[in-house]
């Protein structure tokens, strides 16, 4: 009997000692490494210089003595251009069609009978093109600095050329019936003491404002008005001033080439992966089954911040964590396939995972090594609505 007796202490010991070792864990060493892994593409996009061309039209009024409707010509511009840096550009132009001239009717003096007489209205046109240069300077880019997406903006330019007349026949036409005595007998005419005939050549110079408006890449719409100042002797009338002439224009700016350079960037970040190192295999307790647990924390378009209708779900997720310490969690990050491009879908995936495994671990305290996470970019669409898919899902277990 005592023998039996013996003999069952001894089983039990070895049992309980048998049961003390399968819960027992005793870690050798830890080794820690750093590993790179992707984070997302930056891109970046610098000025290139290119050139450009101007194609406008509209209407000149020509600075003179009638009246402000009898002055309106049509005109038209064609400009080569060089940007050499966001806010500086020189432009070759050529500008032309025709000017006008004339005075409102008034009382004259015949010289040869020294009567007053009636001096009729008259307006007289002729043909020109002024060739020149223009230095522009971009206000918006100078002071607001380079942005190749704004759709606004506005420039001064200074410059000047030769303007090259001709065809001023109705001048020459009026100065010789006046003279004549066919307009009221008006001897002793003197309105166009600087008539010319043939060709004229002027040196002009000019500033102005130009306004754009950008409609892509390459195209903007063009809003321009100039001020330009010759010699007396344009007009053909002895004003003992100058002479002034005034565009207004409209047309668009082409770019020739690219404009703008874009550079992409892939960057890494750095991981800590920790290798836990056991001296002995240990045989596991029975682990509790633990039931799974899902939340989708959806997004906005082309956003990745969490909204506060969302951030109860990742606080669920980390009660659940913390109430089941072995549990673990994978975060996976999604981005809609109906918008955007390849490029930028995997990038916003791969943000909207990273913003929530950052609420876990900094606001909630969840340790690192309990969560693990992917992004899918738009090459897997877990829901039917594609709106749906702007989600990062969290499962945990």
């Known amino acids: 009997m005592k023998m039996k007796l013996i003999i069952v202490a001894a089983l039990a010991f070895v049992g309980l000692n048998a ?12 080794d820690q490494r750093t590993i790179q892994e992707f984070d997302h593409q930056d891109v970046t996009k610098k000025f290139k210089p290119h050139m450009f061309l101007d194609i406008q039209g509209g209407a000149q009024y020509t600075l003179g003595e009638a009246k402000f409707s009898k002055q309106i010509s049509p005109n038209v511009q064609l400009g080569l251009g060089y940007q050499f840096t966001p806010w500086f550009a020189a432009r070759l132009q050529a500008n ?22 009636e001096l009729p209205q008259s307006d007289y046109k002729w043909k020109y093109v002024a060739p020149g240069i223009d230095f522009i300077f971009s206000l ?4 607001g600095g380079w942005n190749p997406e704004r759709f606004f903006s506005a420039a001064i330019f200074v410059g000047g050329g030769a303007n090259i007349a001709w065809a001023n026949d ?34 002009f110079g000019r500033g102005g404002l130009q306004l754009g408006f950008r409609l892509s890449s390459a195209v903007t719409l063009m809003l321009e008005g100039n001020a330009n100042i010759l010699t007396d002797k344009y007009n053909s009338k002895k004003a003992d001033n100058a002479d002034w002439y005034f565009n207004a224009l409209a047309g668009l700016r082409i770019n020739l080439g690219k404009s703008v350079i874009t550079e992409t960037k892939d960057v890494y970040r750095d991981v800590v992966v920790y290798d836990t190192i056991y001296k002995y295999v ?25 909204r506060s209708s969302e951030t109860g779900k990742i606080a669920e997720v980390a009660a659940f964590l913390k109430e089941n310490p072995k549990a673990k969690v994978q975060v996976t990050g999604y ?4 918008t955007g491009n390849d490029r930028i879908n995997d990038r916003l995936a791969q943000q909207r995972a990273d913003v929530v495994v950052k609420a876990l671990v900094e606001q909630y305290e969840i340790a690192a090594d309990r969560i693990s996470y992917d992004s899918k970019g738009s090459h897997v669409q877990p829901f039917a609505e594609n709106d749906k898919n702007r989600v990062t899902i969290m499962i945990a277990e």
């Open 170 to 203: 109705d001048a020459v036409n009026i100065d010789r019936v006046v003279r004549n005595g066919m307009a009221s007998g008006a001897a002793g005419f003197n309105q166009l003491e600087y008539l010319w005939d043939g060709t004229k050549v002027n040196v």
């Open 282 to 306: 240990t045989i596991p307790e029975p682990v509790k089954k633990i039931e799974q647990v899902r939340r989708d924390v959806f997004f906005e378009l082309n956003k990745y911040d969490i």
């Open 96 to 117: 032309g069609w025709q000017s006008k001239g004339g005075w409102n009717s008034r009382l004259v003096t015949d010289y040869s009978s020294g009567q007053r007489l």
């Open 140 to 143: 918006t880019d100078l002071f």
């Open 335 to 338: 981005a809609d396939a109906e």
């Open 19 to 30: 049961t003390a070792q399968r819960q027992e864990k005793v870690v050798d060493r830890v």
